[in-house]
């Protein structure tokens, strides 16, 4: 168990609908990422927060969106939902802002859009 | 364009033995290098990193590799056994962000 808890485990939507998937970090933890792996694709970085604010951002979509509420929880919003963004969605914490920080990967939410 | 390539997809090998995952990249700035490992409905765990200042890293069983010149990354698991039968991911670091490779289904065989 790493800490970082992530819910809901998995979601099944439709086409053109909208979800909120949610992250609590480990406790102490002020960075939180987010990643998308689809089928047969490795981790794609999608963006991170560092203490309520973005701090580094990947390839994510403009119909997602992300923020850190000041308990540190952070939510991944997708909208206009496709095909193409059923995948596994982690998130992971650190202590400090950087890459070099050991990341804490969540169990993951799988979301599935028909 | 894949930064951070792990081309082999899975890979086989009986206990006791070696196991060696491969990872090239093609980025020079990369300045620090990770391995993660994934068990089935679990996330990722980190493994082992490494600093682009050196060439290799040790942490038990687990020694990472790096070859600078070759863009080249491995893991080496000795002895393998048959617990480190999981998905291992390599990553690299750029500015502020991990690219991470696709993954090596690693199965060690009893």
């Known amino acids: 168990d790493s800490g970082v808890t992530q819910t809901p485990k998995h979601l099944i939507t439709a086409t053109g609908q909208r979800v909120t998937l949610r992250c609590s970090p480990r406790?102490?933890?002020?960075?939180v990422y987010w990643y998308q792996q689809s089928l047969d694709q490795g981790l794609q970085f999608l963006i991170q927060?560092?203490?309520?604010?973005?701090?580094a951002k990947g390839n994510i979509l403009e119909r997602f969106s992300a923020q850190q509420f000041p308990d540190l929880h952070s939510e991944l919003n997708l909208s206009s939902l496709e095909l193409g963004d059923s995948a596994l969605y982690f998130c992971?914490?650190?202590?400090?802002?950087?890459?070099?920080?050991?990341?804490?990967f969540g169990p993951g939410t799988r979301l599935t859009v028909l | 364009d894949q930064q951070v390539k792990q081309n082999s997809p899975s890979l086989s090998v009986q206990e006791g033995r070696i196991s060696i995952l491969n990872c090239d990249y093609t980025n020079s700035m990369f300045d620090y290098f990770l391995w993660y490992k994934k068990y089935p409905a679990e996330g990722p765990t980190f493994l082992i990193s490494?600093?682009?200042?050196?060439d290799k890293n040790e942490d038990g069983r687990f020694t990472v590799f790096l070859n600078k010149s070759a863009k080249h990354l491995s893991l080496h698991i000795v002895p393998s056994q048959p617990g480190d039968s999981a998905v291992y991911f390599c990553?690299?670091?750029?500015?502020?962000?991990?690219?991470f490779g696709q993954g090596t289904e690693l199965s060690v065989k009893p």
């Open positions: 490494i600093s682009s200042i050196k």
């Open positions: 927060y560092y203490n309520g604010e973005e701090r």
């Open positions: 406790s102490g933890d002020l960075s």
């Open positions: 992971a914490s650190s202590v400090g802002p950087g890459p070099y920080n050991e990341q804490f």
């Open positions: 990553a690299a670091s750029e500015r502020r962000k991990l690219i």
